[in-house]
């Protein structure tokens, strides 16, 4: 799960990790009120407005402005607020921000003696190690140095079981430059951050830029958090961080039906039991001259309920062209399944388009039976092979 900076710094403080203050507002009036309370808070005179939305490139888009003045902040989150913002990340269709992080400027107005470093925790998969990448190097064109000079980007792995070790933190500072006072502090910040990535059971934490103040603050300015979702059960208070906007509302149907559901580009939609078989599916429809529309695992226990949700999901998306579902019966019997699509479509009504249905397995012919007897615009298959070529006669 995905969350949005402004909650990324919530809990990187509740870690002890320091953050550029700041306060979230819908409003430009919240902005405002945020913009006074700050100031009442951290001193500052000058603000960011920074939009909320789950991508990072928000600064290079327009979605990040400094204000110096309370006016400067009402138009800044007026402009922001409501705007659809594209980014490198958001894909051309661009996100539109609800919500604005009112932070304090933390640049400070005619200080040049600050720096901006790269700093993200995550796991190594191969070697089953936490690594955290740094960079001298940070900033907003993190992706370009990563691409011409890979050499600026450190890596350091921390052994799971052992956790990062002091003298890792201080090779960390030392490689980053610093000394004295702004070395105490990053080797406090590595510290804390290696912490609340442990803490959350996240599996990335990425902090670009961690800035080094002119008075030698070490401060995470940005935030981008991804929390495993697999171990969201062990953090029920972070649930309340999800945020709908941000997700493809079809999978947020899907996952409400327990369906797992990946929305694509293509032209086929697909239902199968099972991620493998889903794979494989998607494959022959490629091969069968299609492009699949999703991805879709009803699970081992598909039944008419998951039938209808999972059709309903898949006849939302206009691209849609023809549907096929393969099923193998194992644990579920074909012919509840074959029962289940009849019932889901005449449910649904008005189905326009082609359904292809491959049963296998436990009572595949009698499924087969139930729908070619059904009189409905659904074909039955049992082999793969049948199924593909039904595809390909649809989509020629
Ligand atoms: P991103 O573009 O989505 O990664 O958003 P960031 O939160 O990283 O902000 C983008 C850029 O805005 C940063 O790289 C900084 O250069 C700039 N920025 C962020 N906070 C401040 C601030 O307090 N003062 C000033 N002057 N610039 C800031
Ligand atoms: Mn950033």
């Given at each position: 799960?995905?969350?949005?900076?402004?909650?990324?710094?919530?809990?990187?403080?509740?870690?002890?990790?320091?953050?550029?203050?700041?306060?979230?507002?819908?409003?430009?009036?919240?902005?405002v009120?945020?913009?006074?309370?700050?100031?009442?808070?951290?001193?500052?005179?000058?603000?960011?407005?920074?939009?909320?939305?789950?991508?990072?490139?928000?600064?290079?888009?327009?979605?990040?402005?400094?204000?110096?003045?309370?006016?400067?902040?009402?138009?800044?989150?007026?402009?922001?607020?409501?705007?659809?913002?594209?980014?490198?990340?958001?894909?051309?269709?661009?996100?539109?921000v609800?919500?604005?992080?009112?932070?304090?400027?933390?640049?400070?107005?005619?200080?040049t003696?600050?720096?901006?470093?790269?700093?993200?925790?995550?796991?190594?998969?191969?070697?089953g190690?936490?690594?955290i990448?740094?960079?001298?190097?940070g900033?907003?064109?993190?992706?370009?140095?990563?691409?011409?000079?890979?050499?600026?980007?450190?890596?350091?792995?921390?052994e799971?079981?052992?956790?990062?070790?002091?003298?890792?933190?201080?090779?960390?500072?030392?490689?980053?430059?610093?000394?004295?006072?702004?070395?105490?502090?990053?080797?406090?910040?590595?510290?804390?951050?290696?912490?609340?990535?442990?803490?959350?059971?996240?599996?990335?934490?990425?902090?670009?830029?961690?800035?080094?103040?002119?008075?030698?603050?070490?401060?995470?300015?940005?935030?981008?958090?991804?929390?495993?979702?697999n171990?969201?059960?062990?953090?029920?208070?972070?649930?309340?961080?999800?945020?709908?906007?941000?997700?493809?509302?079809?999978?947020?149907?899907?996952?409400?039906?327990?369906?797992?559901?990946?929305?694509?580009d293509?032209?086929?939609?697909?239902?199968?039991?099972?991620?493998?078989?889903?794979?494989?599916?998607?494959?022959?429809?490629?091969?069968?001259?299609?492009?699949?529309?999703?991805?879709?695992?009803?699970?081992?226990?598909?039944?008419?309920?998951?039938?209808?949700?999972?059709?309903?999901?898949?006849?939302?998306?206009?691209?849609?062209?023809?549907?096929?579902?393969n099923?193998?019966?194992?644990?579920?019997?074909?012919?509840?399944?074959?029962?289940?699509?009849v019932?889901?479509?005449?449910?649904?009504?008005?189905?326009?388009?082609?359904?292809?249905?491959?049963?296998?397995?436990?009572?595949?012919?009698?499924?087969?039976?139930?729908?070619?007897?059904?009189?409905?615009?659904?074909?039955?298959?049992?082999?793969?092979k049948?199924?593909?070529?039904?595809?390909?006669?649809?989509?020629?």
């Amino acid at each position: 799960m995905n969350i949005h900076e402004y909650q990324g710094k919530e809990i990187l403080k509740s870690f002890g990790v320091s953050i550029q203050e700041g306060i979230v507002a819908s409003t430009p009036e919240q902005a405002v009120e945020a913009a006074k309370d700050l100031q009442a808070q951290t001193g500052t005179g000058w603000w960011v407005v920074k939009a909320q939305i789950h991508a990072g490139g928000r600064g290079k888009g327009g979605g990040v402005k400094l204000a110096k003045s309370l006016e400067e902040v009402k138009e800044k989150a007026e402009e922001i607020l409501g705007m659809t913002l594209v980014t490198h990340q958001t894909g051309p269709e661009g996100k539109v921000v609800h919500k604005v992080l009112i932070a304090q400027d933390v640049y400070y107005p005619g200080e040049t003696d600050t720096s901006e470093f790269y700093m993200s925790v995550l796991l190594n998969r191969q070697t089953g190690r936490n690594i955290i990448m740094y960079s001298t190097e940070g900033g907003m064109d993190i992706e370009e140095v990563a691409d011409k000079t890979p050499e600026l980007i450190f890596k350091e792995e921390v052994e799971p079981g052992i956790g990062l070790q002091a003298f890792q933190a201080r090779k960390i500072a030392f490689n980053l430059g610093l000394s004295g006072k702004a070395f105490k502090e990053m080797t406090k910040f590595v510290t804390a951050l290696y912490n609340a990535y442990v803490g959350t059971d996240s599996s990335m934490f990425e902090i670009n830029p961690v800035l080094k103040t002119s008075d030698n603050l070490i401060l995470a300015v940005d935030s981008k958090v991804n929390l495993d979702d697999n171990a969201l059960f062990r953090h029920k208070d972070y649930e309340a961080m999800r945020d709908l906007n941000e997700e493809d509302p079809a999978e947020t149907e899907a996952s409400k039906s327990n369906l797992n559901f990946v929305k694509l580009d293509g032209n086929v939609g697909c239902m199968v039991n099972g991620a493998g078989l889903a794979m494989a599916t998607m494959d022959i429809i490629k091969l069968s001259g299609g492009e699949p529309a999703n991805f879709l695992d009803v699970g081992g226990g598909a039944n008419a309920e998951t039938v209808e949700a999972g059709l309903k999901i898949i006849l939302n998306d206009p691209n849609v062209k023809a549907i096929l579902i393969n099923i193998f019966g194992g644990i579920v019997r074909c012919d509840r399944v074959a029962q289940g699509v009849v019932e889901a479509y005449k449910k649904i009504g008005e189905i326009n388009i082609p359904i292809i249905v491959r049963l296998q397995g436990t009572n595949a012919e009698g499924g087969k039976k139930i729908i070619d007897e059904s009189g409905l615009k659904v074909f039955s298959a049992i082999t793969l092979k049948e199924a593909s070529d039904l595809v390909q006669e649809i989509m020629a």
